[in-house]
């Protein structure tokens, strides 16, 4: 199945620093989706968007949906040690299936 | 948002036997998955479950390791059949929920094959 660039791999910014990761695709996605995974856990939704250009924020999160359709934008502002963990794009083209990216492992360093 | 509940939480199975994994979700939902996420690794999909019809299977994934049931819109098994330690992963029920715009996971099932 198709997967989704996404970079960096990984992260190492000391505690109180801004992240931003970044997710592609060769093909247009109409469902931009961002998770966050604990070691341990299933993927937790962040971010969901929509529409291209869309701009969205949880709190210290904002996620934007690339004009192209075929990339998306995640920063997370002033990190902190619980910002710990690895987080996935998901992109849906057409139909019902979404596809994931490879993942970028967080770490912040107090 | 749609909770997802999975049991067991994890396991360890020998060689050659089976295990069946329950996916509960709190409403009714569109469509359900089944991922399979190696350690470090992404979410690879294995198959779509139907309710009422056999599941739509990824390449590489078939139903006689892999057998799916949906009985109804909240419920699905995964059975991993005829297990090997290359088995050994995490297993992933997934939910999708609205117009089929959104997907919620559950908390996974870790599975350890001796």
Partial sequence: ????????????????EDVSMNCTSSS?????LWYKQDPGEGPVLLIALYKAGELTSNGRLTAQFGITRKDSFLNISASIPSDVGIYFCAGQPTG?????????SLTVIP | SAVISQKPSRDICQRGTSLTIQCQVDSQVTMMFWYRQQPG?????IATANQGSEATYES????DKFPISRPNLTFS????????????SIYLCSAL???AETQYFGPGTRLLVL
Avoid: H
């Fill in chain 1, 1 to 16: 199945g198709q997967q989704l660039n996404q970079s960096p791999q990984s992260m190492f910014i000391q505690e109180g």
């Fill in chain 1, 28 to 32: 247009i996605f109409n469902t931009w």
């Fill in chain 1, 96 to 104: 019902n299936q979404f596809y994931f990216g490879t993942g970028t």
């Fill in chain 2, 41 to 45: 690794q992404s979410l690879t999909l």
């Fill in chain 2, 60 to 63: 590489g994934f078939v139903i």
């Fill in chain 2, 77 to 88: 098994t995964l059975t991993v059949s005829n297990m090997s330690p290359e088995d050994s």
């Fill in chain 2, 97 to 99: 929920q609205g117009g």
